[in-house]
Every structure is written in structure tokens, then in C-alpha cells.
């Protein structure tokens, strides 16, 4: 239900702000500022990325945990969207999410909230089959000799 209100209210409130604004300043100059958000979004997409990126392979390197790296690169692809949206509220919200500070905020905030009730790595299923071992093998035979009296093998 939740997420039903949010799908309704958003573009509800962007289609008040567009009306808002355009009668303020202008169609043109609302489409002109509609079309340098969408531009500097897809740049700051590109350059705070680049930035997580750059953080993230540090946190695997050292051994260190990547979840903020992960969880910046995510807020960061979703400014980006959010950018590249038609609208006034979602570039806002696009904007502040550039902002590394409001970035960290966001992690810590809805980092305490939320509960890991387990994790793994790898497989820590066991197989049904647990008792077959893959490998290879090479079969010496009593069988037949070439000409040199060498005992040909067969390998699987």
C-alpha cells in the first residue's frame, strides 16, 4: 500500500511544481532547467561513481568491508535515475543523494534498521550426492602392449 501512495503522490507533487514553477518563470526556462538536471546528473553519475568505484576496489584490496561502498554506488545509480526523471522533487532528491555527506547519512540511518538474520558465503549447501568426488584418473591394465613393450593407458 505503501508503495502504491508513493507511485501516486510523486508525480502528483512534480505535476504541482511543474505548474508552479511554470508560471513563475516561464515554460521555457522549466524545460531548460528540466534538460540541465538530466545533463548534470548523467556527469555526476559518472564522476561520483567513478569515486565508488575507486573506494570500493580499496575496501576489496585491504580486505575491509564493502558494504558502504556497495550501498554509496546504489544511492548513486539511484540519484542518477532520479536525475534523469522529468521533475523538480526527484532532482532534488537526486542532487542531495550526490552529496557524499548526505550519502553517509543515508547508510548509517537506514544502516541501524535494518537486521541481517544470517549470511553465507559460498556454498554451505551440502550436495545430495555429497559422497561422489570429481577427479581424474588414469587405469594401468595387464591388457595389450604396443610394439616396444610399453603398456598403453587409457585416461578419463
Not at 616396444?148 to 587409457?154: C, N
Request: glycine share 10%; with cysteine; net charge neutral.
Amino acid at each position: 500500500m505503501r508503495l502504491f501512495l508513493l507511485f501516486l503522490t510523486v508525480p502528483l507533487c512534480e505535476i504541482a511544481l511543474f505548474i508552479q514553477v511554470g508560471g513563475a518563470i516561464g515554460l521555457g526556462l522549466t524545460l531548460v532547467i528540466v534538460i540541465l538536471t538530466a545533463v548534470l546528473g548523467a556527469v555526476l553519475v559518472r564522476s561520483q561513481g567513478l569515486l565508488v568505484l575507486t573506494e570500493l576496489r580499496g575496501s576489496l584490496r585491504d580486505l575491509k568491508d564493502p558494504t558502504e561502498p556497495l550501498a554509496h554506488g546504489a544511492m548513486v545509480l539511484f540519484s542518477g535515475a532520479l536525475l534523469l526523471t522529468p521533475g523538480f522533487l526527484t532532482d532534488s532528491i537526486g542532487l542531495s543523494l550526490m552529496v557524499p555527506a548526505v550519502r553517509r547519512a543515508a547508510f548509517r540511518f537506514f544502516r541501524d534498521r535494518i537486521v541481517v538474520h544470517g549470511f553465507t558465503y559460498g556454498s554451505s549447501v551440502r550436495p545430495p550426492d555429497a559422497d561422489v568426488v570429481d577427479g581424474e584418473f588414469e587405469e594401468f591394465s595387464d591388457g595389450p602392449q604396443d610394439g616396444r613393450g610399453i603398456e598403453r593407458r587409457r585416461t578419463f
